[in-house]
């Protein structure tokens, strides 16, 4: 059975989509982009490190409401608004994904939601 994840420290889903949702063991988050927690029509201040950083928080809280952590996300895809800002991305990326590192897809986009630099989405097994 499918069932969507509705996690109140996250921000609410823009469209006709849930935050997330798991099916069996699986846990599906939704694509993230860095919103403030305190107004979620507006990205965080800063540049692509800032909301890299975010976007993993807010992924990090919808994947606890499942009962999953970072460390149990096994595939993700990064939308990139510049690939010139993998290198950055990276950096943040890698300090919460630890070894074994998801398997990941990386694109560059032509255009994010709300104008981000980047947005992720993954999957996780509980």
Known sequence: MKYSINAALAPE?????SQGTTAGRLVFAAGQVAVREDDPSRL???GITEQTERVIQI???LLAEAGCTLADVAQTTVYLADLDDLDAMNEVYGRHFVTP???RSVVEVARLPLG???EMDCVACR
């Open 44 to 46: 965080v201040d800063g």
């Open 116 to 118: 981000a630099l980047v």
């Open 101 to 103: 590192a998801p398997a």
């Open 13 to 17: 889903a823009l469209g006709p989509y």
């Open 59 to 61: 992924v990090s809280v």
